[in-house]
């Protein structure tokens, strides 16, 4: 089987998390992309379900990196509660 060469460009902290992904599992980034052009070519299809997943909307994470700040600077009010058994 022939090979060929495929470029093109990624966010390099996307390159940086999928590569250490990519090592966890034991695998380098072409085997990653090589096991997705496969199952892409074979079944026509993404191999997983693609949605905008609200936890990641640019309003909560604002929402977020704000508590976060609070948190850090010790403006944040932490208090301890019981666990509600439900």
């Known amino acids: ?3 060929t060469m495929v470029n093109f460009r990624m966010d390099e902290d996307v390159k940086r998390k999928m590569e250490q992904a990519c090592k966890d599992m034991g695998m380098s980034m072409t ?3 090589t096991i997705f052009a496969v199952k892409v070519g074979n079944e ?3 191999p997983f379900e693609i949605t905008a997943d609200p936890f990641y909307s640019e309003s909560n994470m604002r929402y977020l990196r704000r508590v976060i ?3 850090e600077s010790g403006r944040a009010k932490l208090t ?3 666990l509600i058994e439900d």
């Open 44 to 46: 026509r299809r993404i």
């Open 69 to 71: 700040g609070d948190i």
């Open 31 to 33: 085997t990653a992309f």
């Open 1 to 3: 089987m022939s090979q």
């Open 80 to 82: 301890e509660h019981e």
